[in-house]
């Protein structure tokens, strides 16, 4: 399992601290919000570009933006590990993941809660991860959507019957409590923003990772 705090819940003025505070996770969230796809506006390719450089932990970059086929491999850098960009803003979902690939990144595809799987189930190996949103994406601090999680097992058996790996990610109101119900329904990758920098961040992130140990 992996842990991936969020830096949305970091402050924003001390972001190389922020990150060094998180040294102990599996990678750092980044969630690239562009006041279009979702109404919130947070950061783009130029911070990105400098977390990738100063962070001691690969960077799992989360764009909720549009036109994802457009901007999403201007997010390649040293460093970034993964590009998770939205089903509902992409134009060709495969087409995107191949060109992620190419370039040397893991291709990875999110989708809102009331989004189903069924587009992506006979395409699954084109994705090294899938992000089922457990929150609406945009905000940190939401209460986490527990009806989100069967989406995990429709992918996991796709994922299994097409004989690829494929990790599957939660995001939005992970917490010690709401990780082990994630856990339990297949979830593999946990991003937790507000419960990792609620408090002392190496703590809370022992905790999350004590909590389905
Ligand atoms: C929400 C973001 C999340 C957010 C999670 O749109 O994608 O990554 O930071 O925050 P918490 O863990 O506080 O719900
Ligand atoms: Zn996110």
Do not use: C
Not at 127 to 135: E, G, P
Not at 180 to 195: L, M, N, P, R, Y
């Amino acid at each position: 399992m992996r842990v991936h705090p969020s830096i949305l819940s970091a402050d924003f003025a001390n972001l190389e601290r922020e990150l060094g505070r998180i040294s102990t996770a599996d990678a750092a969230h980044v969630d690239v919000m562009d006041g279009h796809f979702v109404p919130n506006l947070t950061l783009g390719i130029p911070i990105v570009r400098r977390l990738a450089e100063v962070s001691p932990i690969p960077l799992d970059v989360h764009l909720m933006i549009e036109d994802p086929d457009r901007w999403a491999p201007e997010y390649v850098f040293e460093g970034v590990e993964s590009i998770t960009f939205h089903h509902e803003a992409a134009r060709d979902s495969v087409a995107l993941a191949k060109t992620l690939r190419d370039a040397g990144v893991q291709a990875a595809v999110a989708l809102k809660p009331a989004t189903d799987t069924d587009a992506l189930l006979d395409v699954i190996a084109e994705f090294d991860m899938v992000l089922v949103m457990t929150v609406e994406p945009g905000f940190g601090g939401q209460s986490f959507m527990p009806e989100t999680l069967s989406k995990l097992g429709r992918l996991r058996a796709a994922a299994e019957a097409a004989g690829t790996q494929l990790r599957l990610q939660v995001d939005g109101g992970v917490d010690a409590t709401t990780i082990v119900e994630a856990h339990a329904a297949g979830a593999d990758t946990f991003v937790a923003g507000s419960a990792v920098y609620g408090g002392d961040p190496a703590e809370r992130i022992a905790a999350l990772r004590g909590a389905i140990a």
